[in-house]
């Protein structure tokens, strides 16, 4: 259920992604030295999640933040996949991994769940009555077709179940 809303929420970011620039940041700060900045960025259907080390103390906004803006079209990549790490200005001694992965690849992992959870159910229960087994136990019914001995389940209430 939790995988459903977050695959819904997915799509919806999806969507704005493409007129919308989200950066959600956190900055993790050991004083005075080092800093970390994690960033999780959705822009024109990708996703970027990356974290940026610090060796030197700067200017951290300690803490989470959220800034939008418009979207833009930089995308590289295949398919919207990229992984980089660089060194963006060595004056700071600033190094940035990044992992980029498309909003589709998200919503098609976390539908997954979902999809079983509907429709898992339902195939057993075809399955089982395609081998002549009890739809709710799996006993064996080939002997015993009018109600299972195993559950008591009635061949009757198998039909209805079935619709
Ligand atoms: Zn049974």
């Known amino acids: 259920m939790l995988s459903l809303i977050l695959c819904l929420a997915t799509f919806a970011l999806w969507a704005r992604s493409y007129w919308q620039y989200d950066v959600l940041t956190y900055d993790y700060v050991h004083p005075p030295g080092p ?7 959705s822009n024109s259907g990708v996703l970027t999640f990356a974290r ?54 998200l ?24 081998l002549g087994l009890c739809p709710s136990c799996g006993y064996d019914l080939r002997a ?7 559950c008591g389940r009635l061949a009757t209430e198998a039909q209805s179940a079935e619709i």
Do not use: K, Q
């Open 35 to 41: 800093w970390t900045r994690w960033f999780l960025t």
């Open 144 to 150: 015993t077709p009018d109600r299972c001995p195993e």
């Open 52 to 105: 940026g080390d610090y060796t030197v103390p700067g200017d951290s906004s300690r803490g989470l933040y959220f800034h939008s803006s418009s979207a833009y079209r930089p995308i590289t990549g295949t398919l919207g996949f990229a992984w980089d790490n660089h060194n963006s200005d060595p004056t700071v001694n600033f190094m940035r991994y990044s992992l980029d992965f498309p909003h589709w690849s």
């Open 107 to 130: 919503a098609t992992l976390l539908a997954i769940a979902p999809i079983f959870w509907f429709f898992g159910p339902r195939l057993r229960r075809a399955t089982r009555h395609r």
